[in-house]
Structure formats: structure tokens, C-alpha cells
């Protein structure tokens, strides 16, 4: 009989890993990875999933750490390397997309501040900065010029970047005028841009390297492509009113007539090389409408998905009504531990018979 441990966090994926292992008779136990105990607590679990938060600074600090060496000792986790390495790692993102040439935005990222100069004087304009981490289009800004391209490269390899933008105050801003954010949060919020927080506190700012990526005009929204197993399921989400970004806006399609099915099965088939067990994927079109990644990531927000009226499997056949993410994930991860159950069983009936 196998035991599946769960970490509580408030706002993740674990309320509904819960509620699934209740409905279906999973056994489970809620372990708090945040305690020093945290290894002899999972003894008597064959597995750990934790929804690790990527601008939370304690997880930040050893959530990677503490899952690679779980998995390391033959427990099966969620996220697994595969699944996380990358998480919040536009620079990782881009060098693992590459290398398996997958349809990425053309993407450029430097490590010397006079490269960086050399490339601006040839490149064209207008140019997408981003910092590696941050989400919903936070540290995000569209170069128009190579002279602002120039002053970004300066502050780069001087005095950097902060991990909370401004850019990030604007919109939170539009979602309260919209009625999605409330006055206390709000007012958090503009705190936040202006007082650093604790992981900006101890990770510091972001300097020593440059990353941008090609702008790809007339893009009206961007589609995000789920993968989770064999299974996929998509959003559309519109860009902002005057902007340039999608993500982190709000504005969100759930039919399946808004998706290109070529977003889905081009994420069907990097997965397939990548191996994740959960990942997002980012798509816009070029000029002559080809899907192009912008981006991966493991986690995403859970209300913004509820509304989907269906998902894909990987033969691309649509199956239509409401279905559960996160049960997916349990019920992959709960195959995974019954496959390494019997293969350590395997293992030692084959030492035995060799010693006999």
C-alpha cells in the first residue's frame, strides 16, 4: 500500500490534491517540508508533492534542493527535475529549447557587457528585456531603440534590477479598477513595488547578464498550452489595451474554436522530449502565423483554469465538459509510485535469486 505526502500551501495546487485523494480513497499525508524533520517525516510515503512557490523566498532557498534529493533516494516527487529545473529560469528555458530545437522565439542572452553593445549595433528594433524570473509579464518591457537597449545592457552590468518591476503596478492597478483585486491587496501591492521583499532581500538584484527576446508583432493574445500526462487543455489570453503582453492579464477565452491545435500539438510533442509532468507553454504567431514558444512553466494559477470546456488527449481527440487537472497529477504520480514499487520488488527478488 503506498502513501502519498502532500505540503499544505495556501493559494497552491494542494487544496485540490486533497480534496481528490479524499473523493478517491488515496492514501495521503499533509507533511510541512518547511520543518528540519522534513525527511523523517516522509519514512513511511513513497512520494512528496509540493507546489513550491517560485517568488516565495524560503522555498526559493531549498524546494529544488530538497526535491532532486528525494528523487535521488527513489521517492517519487512533483515537480521532478525534469518538471522544475527550468521553473522561473527564462536564461535554463532557452538553452533547453534550443538544444532540442524546439519552435522558440529567437532569444539572445549575454554575459559580457561589450557582446551585448556589438549585438545592438547589427540587430533590428523593437526588442523584448525580460529579466529570467518573474511572472505575469513582471520585469517584461518592450526596447524600441537601440539607445534604450544600451541603457538597459549599462544597468545590467552595473547597478542591476530589482526582482519587483513598476511595470507590475500599472496592472494591478487595472485589476482593481476591474473589480478582480480587492482594496487590501491592492494596497499591498503598490507596498511591495516600493519596499523590497524578503526574497528580493536575499537573493538581490538581478545583474550580470542581459536577455532579450525578438518582438513578434500583431499578436492580439497569446495561447497557453497545459500538458499534464497524456492530456492537455488551453486558454487564450488577450493582450492588455495598449500594450504588448498577454500574461498576468486577466482577459481570458476558453472555447475550443479560439485555439490554433497546432499550439497543442506542438506541446504534445516537446513534452514528449522534455518528460514533464505538468508544464506550461506560451505561444504567439510570427508573421506568417506559425506557432513560437514564449516561455515555460511548471506552475499556474488554479481559479483562471476552472472555466475550461475540455481537453485534448495526445492522439489530439478533443474530449468535451469539465474534467480535474490536479487529479491528474495525483493519479499520474500514484502510477509512478505503484511502477517503482514493483521494480524495487523486482530488484530484490533478482538480488535474492543471485545470492541463493
Given at each position: 500500500?503506498?502513501?502519498?505526502a502532500?505540503?499544505?500551501?495556501?493559494?497552491s495546487f494542494?487544496?485540490?490534491?486533497?480534496a481528490y485523494?479524499?473523493?478517491?480513497?488515496i492514501?495521503?499525508?499533509i507533511?510541512?517540508?518547511?520543518?528540519n524533520?522534513?525527511?523523517?517525516q516522509?519514512?513511511?510515503?513513497?512520494a512528496?508533492?509540493w507546489h513550491f512557490?517560485?517568488?516565495?523566498?524560503?522555498?526559493?532557498l531549498?524546494?529544488?534542493?530538497?526535491l532532486?534529493?528525494?528523487q535521488q533516494?527513489?521517492?517519487?516527487?512533483?515537480?521532478?527535475?525534469?518538471t522544475m529545473?527550468?521553473f522561473d529560469?527564462?536564461?535554463?528555458q532557452?538553452?533547453?529549447?534550443?538544444s532540442i530545437?524546439?519552435?522558440l522565439v529567437?532569444?539572445?542572452?549575454?554575459y559580457?557587457?561589450?557582446?551585448?553593445?556589438?549585438?545592438i549595433e547589427r540587430?533590428?528594433?523593437?526588442?523584448?528585456f525580460?529579466?529570467?524570473?518573474?511572472?505575469?509579464?513582471v520585469n517584461?518591457q518592450?526596447?524600441?531603440?537601440?539607445?534604450?537597449?544600451?541603457?538597459?545592457?549599462?544597468?545590467?552590468?552595473?547597478?542591476?534590477?530589482k526582482?519587483?518591476?513598476?511595470?507590475?503596478?500599472h496592472?494591478?492597478?487595472?485589476?482593481?479598477?476591474q473589480?478582480k483585486?480587492?482594496?487590501?491587496?491592492?494596497?499591498?501591492?503598490?507596498?511591495r513595488c516600493?519596499?523590497?521583499?524578503?526574497?528580493?532581500?536575499?537573493?538581490?538584484?538581478?545583474?550580470?547578464?542581459v536577455?532579450?527576446?525578438?518582438?513578434?508583432?500583431?499578436?492580439a493574445?497569446?495561447?497557453?498550452?497545459?500538458?499534464?500526462g497524456?492530456k492537455?487543455?488551453a486558454?487564450?489570453?488577450m493582450?492588455?489595451?495598449n500594450?504588448?503582453?498577454?500574461?498576468g492579464?486577466?482577459?481570458?477565452l476558453y472555447?475550443?474554436?479560439e485555439?490554433?491545435e497546432?499550439c497543442v500539438s506542438?506541446?504534445f510533442?516537446v513534452?514528449?522530449?522534455?518528460q514533464?509532468q505538468?508544464i506550461?507553454?506560451?505561444?504567439?504567431?510570427d508573421?506568417?502565423?506559425?506557432?513560437?514558444?514564449v516561455e515555460?512553466?511548471y506552475?499556474?494559477?488554479?481559479?483562471g483554469?476552472?472555466?475550461?470546456t475540455?481537453?485534448w488527449t495526445s492522439?489530439?481527440?478533443w474530449?468535451?465538459?469539465k474534467?480535474n487537472p490536479?487529479?491528474?497529477?495525483?493519479e499520474d504520480l500514484?502510477?509512478?509510485?505503484?511502477?517503482?514499487l514493483?521494480?524495487n520488488?523486482q530488484k530484490?527478488?533478482?538480488?535474492f535469486?543471485?545470492?541463493?
Amino acid at each position: 500500500m503506498s502513501r502519498i505526502a502532500i505540503h499544505k500551501t495556501n493559494n497552491s495546487f494542494s487544496d485540490r490534491w486533497v480534496a481528490y485523494c479524499q473523493a478517491k480513497q488515496i492514501d495521503y499525508k499533509i507533511v510541512d517540508c518547511y520543518r528540519n524533520d522534513i525527511i523523517e517525516q516522509l519514512q513511511d510515503c513513497d512520494a512528496l508533492m509540493w507546489h513550491f512557490y517560485h517568488a516565495s523566498a524560503k522555498d526559493s532557498l531549498f524546494a529544488r534542493q530538497l526535491l532532486y534529493s528525494l528523487q535521488q533516494s527513489g521517492k517519487i516527487v512533483f515537480p521532478d527535475f525534469n518538471t522544475m529545473w527550468h521553473f522561473d529560469d527564462k536564461v535554463g528555458q532557452k538553452y533547453l529549447l534550443e538544444s532540442i530545437d524546439a519552435p522558440l522565439v529567437p532569444s539572445y542572452v549575454f554575459y559580457n557587457e561589450q557582446a551585448a553593445y556589438e549585438w545592438i549595433e547589427r540587430t533590428q528594433f523593437p526588442k523584448v528585456f525580460k529579466l529570467r524570473g518573474g511572472a505575469g509579464s513582471v520585469n517584461v518591457q518592450l526596447i524600441q531603440n537601440k539607445q534604450k537597449a544600451k541603457r538597459i545592457v549599462k544597468q545590467a552590468f552595473g547597478r542591476g534590477f530589482k526582482h519587483t518591476s513598476l511595470v507590475s503596478l500599472h496592472d494591478t492597478y487595472q485589476k482593481y479598477q476591474q473589480g478582480k483585486l480587492p482594496a487590501f491587496d491592492l494596497t499591498k501591492r503598490i507596498a511591495r513595488c516600493f519596499i523590497p521583499t524578503q526574497y528580493s532581500k536575499i537573493h538581490g538584484k538581478e545583474r550580470g547578464y542581459v536577455y532579450f527576446q525578438d518582438f513578434i508583432p500583431n499578436n492580439a493574445f497569446d495561447i497557453r498550452v497545459i500538458v499534464i500526462g497524456n492530456k492537455a487543455f488551453a486558454i487564450k489570453r488577450m493582450v492588455r489595451k495598449n500594450d504588448f503582453r498577454a500574461s498576468g492579464s486577466g482577459m481570458i477565452l476558453y472555447d475550443k474554436q479560439e485555439f490554433d491545435e497546432r499550439c497543442v500539438s506542438i506541446a504534445f510533442e516537446v513534452n514528449n522530449r522534455l518528460q514533464s509532468q505538468s508544464i506550461a507553454y506560451d505561444f504567439v504567431f510570427d508573421v506568417n502565423h506559425d506557432p513560437l514558444i514564449v516561455e515555460i512553466s511548471y506552475g499556474f494559477s488554479i481559479e483562471g483554469y476552472d472555466p475550461c470546456t475540455g481537453y485534448w488527449t495526445s492522439d489530439m481527440a478533443w474530449h468535451e465538459g469539465k474534467f480535474n487537472p490536479y487529479g491528474w497529477m495525483v493519479e499520474d504520480l500514484s502510477f509512478a509510485v505503484k511502477e517503482n514499487l514493483q521494480y524495487n520488488l523486482q530488484k530484490t527478488n533478482n538480488t535474492f535469486l543471485l545470492n541463493e
